[in-house]
């Protein structure tokens, strides 16, 4: 079946200005997670959304950056008013769920914030 | 907290032989799993192999098997017979916490050693 997807595989955006990052989980998979890797760096948790509860926010690196699912399934990433730091890539994941373990990368948005 | 250090930034293994990639992590937990995850050039992080802490034996995935020191809190990975295709970033994993909203919570990761498979 398909795998997790994620749009768009690359952004280059200009500092200040607002950004969208979308996955698409693998159906039935009610876990999903953002992850954030800085450049020869290892992967910095970010947010974590399991079925209809409130999400794991404990990862966000500032107010500027929040994250939304809707329905359950699809889920973006807003990053306000980008700074140069947030330049990276951003890795979306998702698990079945309940008792579940593995989870499944998508392919990863890369930011460049000039 | 847990935390999951990677000792070796760097390796490089000749094509054919054999390479171990260490891991050591820290955590409270007793049940868990542990991962190893594979990151090519693509930059698409792929599962490698997974081993469940309560299970004695050492998990093994067609060449990749681990080594599993519970006690040690140790979780190395060997590559038997290695290939062009094995160079990537490979990342050691555990997740933060076990049964956390019904999944075992995100994962902390090493910081990576990156593998050089040289013809």
Redesign the interface.
Known sequence: GAGVSQSPSNKVTEKGKDVELRCDPISGH??L?W?RQSLG???E?LI?F??N?AP?KS?LPSDRFSAERTGGSVSTLTIQRTQQEDSA?Y?C?S??????????????T?LTVL | AQTVTQSQPEMSVQEAETVTLSCTYDTSENNYYLFWYKQPPSRQMILVIRQEAYKQQNATENRFSVNFQKAAKSFSLKISDSQLGDTAMYFCAIPTSVNYGGSQGNLIFGKGTKLSVKP
């Not at chain 1, 698990?95 to 990863?108: A, E, I, K």
């Open positions: 009610t876990a997670y992850y760096q290892g992967l948790f974590y399991q079925g509860s794991d990862g890539v890795l994941a698990s079945l769920g309940p008792n579940s373990d593995t989870q499944y990368f998508g392919p990863g890369r």
